[in-house]
């Protein structure tokens, strides 16, 4: 195992409730190594956004609490943390759905971003510019209302967005959601190059499992709030119960559905014969 | 013929310059109603104290104009702190209906409050403008505006452009329009809120304040100052809840209307329709335009 210092963010048995009543988290210990990729993967409803937002401390504002385990950013417990004090220090959280703001341009999303710190007017289009160099689609588009883009350039507006807070931790919650795959693609890219040029980690919720152990380092599989099964991004995507429940790959070669089906009813006879 | 054509006029910008008043007092509904989603009931109830405030500072502690409206202004940012602390705060997450309830709530300590200090009866406020015609005007291009319409109108007016301003161009602006678009996205990027609502409070404080000064000049300050500001409700119905222009629109609109109605409708009616004329024309809106006419459509991409 990696010492303390080498990870940026750990969690250990991290318990989440919601409304007081709804155990959303059971048991999540997760690290991230500084200046990794780390993908978090399950289904919906398994606790891949609640656990994001615990540690963004996003959780207040949707009734949830924190109410076991801990949860350390660099060296640093975030019990006490809001997200204004979060984003300060340099952790930043791109909500899943990418949530643009709408009726302000691409250009003033992207400077909204730099509101935690204190720039001047010309420190900001030097910002400007070095996204930009990310983003080179944004440029062309800075004048447009973004609730008229695309969906895969609201995507990019929420990350500039974030990194226009200078971050060293990056939460991205589902970024390849409802994008073609082409999209998925080219942001994914982006993330790794900023990543790799910029030095900032990434803890990535995805449901799209295939292209996110492509691109991390490192990987999680969560169900029902619970860690399953965790391992290097290429030791999972070899795995054969990850390639048989999240990668649609049996042993036996490519399985469908109705092969699935034919199975279970195999087995209800079976059952219903020794019952 | 030419006398009533001039007269109608008369009462037409009498009626603009009334209603740019009606503008801004609806801006302040506006900038709550964006950054916090909700109808703030306590504008009128603001008004009322924030002028009667004044007015006590002066009369009751012989404190000079200048100062008792810096005072004013601090205090309606203080009451602002303490909305953002003790209110909405706690309140975050909640309904909308919670907060509605909430702020009439306010309304009513505010309004109590302010009889408690400075007690309750109508004062008496000298802004040192007559409500007489303007004599070049009246000479000139034979109109009768009074010089408190025409003030009441040119410090609206610049106040609403300075607001508009400080939206489009200033940081806190920026923050602003952000928080009224998604305020989750808005916090996860670190704009903190409570700057914004604090700010967004402060403001419709100070507007609250001049509206109070420029009718309670005309009328006496008084209890009725508070019904008066609810007349930003049809302008808002008809402007659109969410619409900087529309409030602005919106004022110019029902100012114009009451006074035309109430002059040639009115004597049918026994007069003094201009108190509920405005709200039957909000009705006809509700009905045919419910999103007013400059409510933001919510932005679909097909």
Known sequence: MSSVSSNILELKNVKVVYDNVILALHDVTLNVPKGKIVALLGGNGAGKS???????????????????????????SIEKQNPSQMVNMGMVQVLEGRRCFGHLTVEENIISGAYSRKLSRGDINQELEKIYGYFIRLKERRKSQAGFTSGG???????????????????????????????????????????????????????????????????YIIETGKVMLEGTAKSLLNDDKVKELYLGISKEGRKNFRDVLKEEGKKRKKRLING | MADQILFFIEVVV???????????????????????????????????????????????????????FFLAVFLMIIVGLCTERLVLRPLMNQSEDTLLMATIGLGYVLEGLAQAMWGVEVRRLDLGIKDFPIPWIADNLKLFISAIDLTAGIVAFGMIIGL??????????????????????????????????????????VVALVAGMMWGARAGVQFALVDLALKALPVLIIGGFSSIPGAIIGGLLIGAVEKVLEVYIGPFFGGAIEGWAPYVLAIFFLLYRPEGLFGEKIIRRV
């Not at chain 1, 609640?50 to 949860?71: P, Y």
């Not at chain 1, 959601?177 to 890219?189: C, D, R």
């Not at chain 2, 503008?23 to 509904?29: E, H, Q, R, T």
């Open chain 2, 14 to 68: 009498g009626g603009l310059l009334a209603g740019t008043m009606y503008s801004l007092v609806a801006l302040g509904f506006v900038l709550i109603y964006k950054a916090s989603a909700t109808f703030n009931f306590s504008q009128g109830a603001m008004v009322f104290f924030a002028v009667l405030a004044f007015v006590g500072f002066m009369q009751d502690f012989n404190v000079p104009f200048v100062l008792a």
């Open chain 1, 50 to 76: 609640t656990t994001l937002k615990s540690i963004s401390t996003m959780l207040a504002s949707e009734r949830g609490k924190v109410t076991g385990g801990t949860i350390n950013y660099d060296g640093n």
């Open chain 1, 153 to 219: 350039e609201q995507q990019m507006i929420a990350v500039a967005r974030a990194m226009m807070a200078k971050p060293k931790m990056l939460l991205l919650d589902e970024p390849s959601m409802g994008l073609a795959p082409q999209l998925v693609a080219e942001i994914f890219n982006i993330v790794k190059e900023l990543n790799e040029k910029e030095g900032v980690s990434v803890l990535l919720a995805e449901q799209n499992t295939n292209v996110a152990l492509k691109n991390a380092d490192h990987g």
């Open chain 2, 164 to 205: 508009t301003l400080l939206f489009k161009y200033t940081k806190m602006g920026l923050g602003l329009r952000a928080v009224a678009d998604d305020a989750g996205a808005a916090s996860s990027i670190g704009i903190p809120l409570k700057h914004i609502m604090l700010l967004v409070w402060s403001a419709a404080g």
